[in-house]
C-alpha cells in the first residue's frame, strides 16, 4: 500500500510529544516519501517547526480546543488533505474525531485499544498492558501494526535540535551574566508546574548545596510561570549563593534548547525540561515522583540518563499494600540516596 499522506495526533503536554519523536522517525524510516502532519498544541509546536521527522504542525490553541471551534477545525483538517494513515496516540473520545471524520477517506486508522474506539479505528493496539515497556515503546506498537503493509523500522531515537545562532546567542548572554565556562553548568529545576510532584525543599536545597560545595558548579535555575517565586525563594533560603543564577531565562521552548545545549548537565524534577535535555543528549539526572514509573518516562536508562524514584527502594505493590501516604512514598528519596547516585554521574560527565 502507498502512504502519501501521514497524521499523527498527539496534543498533550512537552514532555509526551518529545517521547513521541521517535515515533515520528519511525515512520520517516518506514515512509521516507510521504508527508507527516503532526497535531499538537500551541506552544510546544515550536519544537517542531524545523525537525526533519515532521513536515507539518497543525496547531491547535486553546480556543480550538472549545468544542464548537474543535469540531469545525478537525474536520477541515482531514478535508483539507486526504490522508492515507492517521495514527491517534491519545484515542480519547476528542481525538477520535480525527478518525470519524476520515471513514471513508482514510483506509488506515491506528489508535490504542479502548472499548469505545472500536467503530472507528481500523486498528486497535493494547500497548498500555502490564509489560509493554517504556513510553517509547508503547508508542512504537502502534507503528508495529502496521508491519503487514511495509517493512516497518521502528526507532527508539527522540531528538530535538537547537539552530547554532541561537546557541551562540546564549552563550553570550550566558557569559555576560556570569557564568564561567571553564566550570561546570548545570541547568536545573527546583519545582515544577505542579507544586505537589516536586521533591521537598530541604531536600531539594541540600542536594543543591551538595553539588556547589563539591563541584563548584554554576546552576541555573529554569521555571515558568507561577514556577519562579518559588525558585527565587530557593535562591534566597541558600543565602543568594552567587553559584545559583536565577536571571538567564528561556522565555519559548526553542531558547531552552539553545540554554541546554551550553550546559554540562540537567538535574532536577521530572518533566517536560528533562525529556527536553535527553533529546539533545545532555546528560540528566531526574526525580520521580510518587506514581511516575521510571521505567515507562524515562528511556534508554543507563549511565548518560538517568533517576530515582520511591520505587527503586519499595516496590509500588507494596507501597499500595501498606498504603502509604504520598508524603511517605516521597520521603524515601532522602539528600543521601540521591546523592549516592548523583555524585558519580556529576564526577563522569563533568568535562572542565
Not at 60 to 84: C, E, G, I, M
Request: charged share 25%; aromatic share 10%.
Amino acid at each position: 500500500m502507498e502512504v502519501k499522506h501521514i497524521l499523527v495526533i498527539r496534543f498533550r503536554r512537552v514532555g509526551d510529544s518529545v517521547l513521541s519523536m521517535a515515533l515520528c522517525h519511525g515512520l520517516r524510516q518506514t515512509f521516507p516519501d510521504a508527508q507527516i502532519d503532526f497535531v499538537i498544541n500551541e506552544g510546544a509546536h515550536q519544537l517542531y517547526l524545523q525537525h526533519p521527522d515532521v513536515d507539518r504542525c497543525i496547531v491547535f490553541s486553546t480556543d480550538d480546543h472549545k468544542f464548537l471551534n474543535y469540531a469545525p477545525k478537525v474536520w477541515k483538517t482531514v478535508h483539507d488533505t486526504k490522508y492515507d494513515l492517521i495514527i491517534d496516540m491519545r484515542t480519547t473520545l476528542r481525538t477520535l474525531l480525527f478518525s470519524a471524520f476520515s471513514m471513508f477517506r482514510t483506509t488506515l486508522r491506528v489508535g490504542e485499544k479502548k472499548w469505545y474506539a472500536w467503530p472507528w479505528l481500523t486498528r486497535r493496539v493494547d500497548n498500555h498492558a502490564p509489560g509493554t515497556g517504556s513510553r517509547i515503546d508503547q508508542n512504537n506498537m502502534l507503528l508495529m501494526a502496521l508491519k503487514d503493509i511495509a517493512e516497518v523500522k521502528t526507532s527508539n531515537e527522540f531528538k530535538l535540535y537547537a539552530q547554532q545562532d541561537n546557541v551562540e546567542r546564549y552563550h553570550q548572554i550566558m557569559q555576560e551574566k556570569g557564568i564561567d565556562f571553564s566550570k561546570m553548568v548545570i541547568i536545573a529545576t527546583p519545582t515544577a508546574r505542579l507544586e505537589y510532584k516536586v521533591l521537598p525543599p530541604e531536600t531539594m536545597k541540600a542536594v543543591l548545596t551538595n553539588i556547589i560545595n563539591q563541584f563548584d558548579a554554576q546552576i541555573i535555575f529554569n521555571f515558568a510561570g507561577k514556577e519562579r517565586d518559588i525558585a527565587l525563594r530557593y535562591k534566597k533560603e541558600m543565602g543568594n549563593d552567587k553559584h545559583i543564577f536565577t536571571d538567564i531565562e528561556a522565555p519559548t521552548l526553542p531558547d531552552l534548547c539553545a540554554l541546554m545545549k551550553n550546559c554540562d548537565f540537567f538535574f532536577g524534577n521530572e518533566g517536560g525540561p528533562r525529556h527536553i535535555a535527553q533529546a539533545l543528549d545532555i546528560p540528566s539526572f531526574a526525580i520521580f515522583p510518587p506514581g511516575i514509573r521510571k521505567s515507562i518516562w524515562l528511556p534508554e536508562q543507563g549511565e548518560r540518563f538517568a533517576g530515582i524514584s520511591p520505587d527503586d527502594f519499595i516496590p509500588r505493590e507494596e507501597q499500595i499494600k501498606k498504603k502509604m501516604t504520598y508524603q511517605q512514598r516521597m520521603s524515601l528519596l532522602t539528600e543521601e540516596r540521591i546523592w549516592l547516585q548523583l555524585k558519580p554521574m556529576l564526577s563522569k560527565h563533568r568535562t572542565k
